[in-house]
């Protein structure tokens, strides 16, 4: 677990753009930011098809649209002919907040969707997983922008843990 760990949050660290500019290359600027990874164990008891359950039924309660899902295992799966330990990435969205945010600062597209992943590691262990932007950023955005940004975390928060708890 500890590896895909590492693996996650380096993966998005990598494509993730930040507040301060760093010279351009090629024409690219680069900008980074302080970014915070989440996550929980899901409950031994619940099993990976229920906390996917509880996770898409509190996103329709907090009002975050699902728009989406990467099923990486399979692919996975594929390409190495060996079964692989389940692993999805799921998209969420608030259209509204997701307007707000980018008229405030268009590199806030970066966030967006609202990733939330569930996975399976090497002992078996399910885990919810996220990446959240740091509260300097949710912060600095203006007042309304900010309100909005923050509902849409404590909702991103509160989906993970219904996830690890089965809660429908």
Not at 1 to 19: E, F, P
Not at 97 to 104: D, E, G, I, R
Not at 128 to 140: G, N, R, T
């Amino acid at each position: 677990m500890y590896k895909i760990s590492i693996l996650i949050s380096l993966l998005l660290a990598l494509t993730m753009q930040s507040a301060v500019a760093a010279e351009p290359v090629d024409g690219i600027s680069y900008t980074d930011v302080k970014l915070q990874i989440a996550r929980i164990q899901v409950q031994d008891s619940v099993s990976f098809d229920d906390a996917v359950e509880s996770l898409k039924l509190r996103a329709n309660q907090r009002n975050l649209k699902f728009v989406g899902v990467n099923q990486i295992y399979k692919e996975i799966a594929s390409l190495t002919g060996k079964p692989a330990k389940r692993m999805e990435i799921f998209n969420f969205c608030d259209g509204l907040t997701a307007n707000k945010m980018l008229t405030a600062d268009p590199l806030m597209v970066a966030f967006m969707p609202c990733r939330i992943a569930i996975i399976e590691d090497m002992q078996g262990k399910r885990w919810v997983i996220s990446m959240m932007m740091d509260i300097k950023l949710i912060q600095a955005m203006p007042d309304e922008t900010r309100k909005s940004a923050e509902h849409v975390m404590e909702s991103m928060k509160d989906m993970m843990v219904a996830a690890s708890k089965g809660d429908l």
